[in-house]
């Protein structure tokens, strides 16, 4: 099986294949330019690679909702050019194969579901934490939709106390993505979230911001796994400070071993590394060609 995939990002957009063991075969990347040019892009890269079925992870918001006639829709995205236009229909009308279309976020989260950090298990949620941080969830063997999507990114978070910060989310004062993404951390310290020693005061801050991101997720969702992906969480050793704020605000409550023994084990990096959102892209094609056998 031929599946493509697209991992549709605000900076940059990046085409592939994979079979149905979630192998990518090839790609290529290309930055996010206005729509019509983006699209004429996809276009010529699948235009002779004959494939069963496409995915997309696309940035957003975007309407997911199978029954509203803007499905397929890129929403009130501030990207120049960007909100309001039929992403998919514009794909559709160009290659007759079942899509599966979804968020970025939570195309990550089924991708890790499927191959990766989640396999075998029926729920995790992902956590990117990147130019903006996304939530994905998958609970009982399908993504969670809602009314709109999840928006995990915007919750409120509690202040840290050595933190004059007061965010850079344009909605909300001190919501998680306003706090701890990467032009987040960037604006505080006055460099890049790269540039930041390990030892710097910003790393115990970071982590106490995304541990309550995670708390919150434990606490509704009770995910079997919790993946947090996206570049500032390249920065490995936020991972053990993670494991420990995470610890102080559940306090035990949440008598399960995997949180109260195995932490390291529940709280983990993605698995599928740089090929997330395009595996996810693909788990996502290939749930569509699925459906459409039916
Ligand atoms: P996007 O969210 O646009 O898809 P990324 O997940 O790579 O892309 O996130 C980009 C953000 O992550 C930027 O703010 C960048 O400064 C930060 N970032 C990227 N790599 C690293 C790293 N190794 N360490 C810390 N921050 C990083
Ligand atoms: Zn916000």
Known sequence: MRIGAIEAGGTKFVCGIGDEE??????????TEQPEQTLESI??????????????GSFGPINIDRTSRYYGYVTTTPKKGWSGYPFLKKLESEFKVPYGWDTDV???AFGEATWGAAKGLDSCVYYTVGTGIGMGVYTEGRLIHGLVHPEGGHILTRRHPD???????????HCLEGMASGPALEMRWN???????????????????????VTAAILML????????????????????????????????????????????YIVAPLLGDNAGLCGAVALGLQALLEAQK
């Open 22 to 31: 979630g192998k990518i075969e090839e790609k290529v990347s290309f930055p």
């Open 43 to 56: 276009i010529e890269y699948f235009r002779d690679r004959h494939v069963d079925a496409i995915g997309i």
């Open 106 to 108: 939570n195309a990550a």
């Open 163 to 173: 933190d004059r910060f007061n965010g850079l989310c344009p909605y909300h004062d």
């Open 191 to 213: 460099r890049k979230s790269e540039q930041l020693p390990q030892d710097h005061e910003a790393w115990e801050i970071e982590a106490f911001y995304i541990a309550q991101g």
């Open 222 to 265: 009770s995910p079997k796994r919790i993946i947090l992906g996206g570049g500032v969480m390249k920065q490995k050793h936020l991972f053990p400070l993670i494991h420990v704020n995470v610890q102080k605000n559940l306090n035990g409550y949440v008598n399960a071993s995997e949180i109260v023994n195995h932490i390291e084990d």
